[in-house]
């Protein structure tokens, strides 16, 4: 059974940097697809980026372009969202997921149908 955890979140002004962080474990292939999503009250879940483990391959929403950037640690089974020049926009609640069936080419934010996800993080942009 894969289990993801997620930490970081918290509170910061418009502007402010953030850095989440995803412990993977029970997964037992070498490459795989995991991402970041979040999810505003009363809206959708949106993807905001995905990297294929091992491969390091990194897909991103055009909205966060720039300004997020998803990384692995191999050895830890952890990837991380580096959060910058945060908006209240970006207020939400942030999950990360994994899912081993999905090949490296359809490893896209706009996948949503994950196979495992944590349990989230609150992410909160005051301006």
């Known amino acids: 059974t894969v289990q993801l955890v997620e930490s970081g979140g918290g509170s910061v002004q418009a502007g402010g940097s953030l850095r989440l962080s995803c412990a993977a474990s029970?997964?037992?292939?070498?490459?795989?697809?995991m991402g970041w999503f979040r999810q505003a009250p009363g809206k959708a879940r949106e993807g905001v980026a995905t990297?294929?483990?091992?491969?390091?391959?990194?897909y991103y929403a055009d909205s966060v372009k720039g300004r997020l950037t998803i990384t692995q640690d191999n050895a830890k089974n952890t990837i991380y969202l580096q959060m910058n020049s945060l908006e209240p926009e970006d207020t939400a609640m942030h999950y990360c997921?994994?899912?081993?069936?999905?090949?490296?080419?359809?490893?896209?934010?706009?996948?949503?149908?994950?196979?495992?996800w944590g349990q989230g993080t609150q992410v909160t942009v005051s301006s």
């Open positions: 990297i294929y483990v091992g491969a390091g391959s990194t």
């Open positions: 997921a994994a899912d081993p069936t999905v090949w490296r080419s359809f490893c896209s934010p706009r996948r949503t149908n994950f196979a495992n």
């Open positions: 029970g997964v037992t292939y070498s490459s795989y697809c």
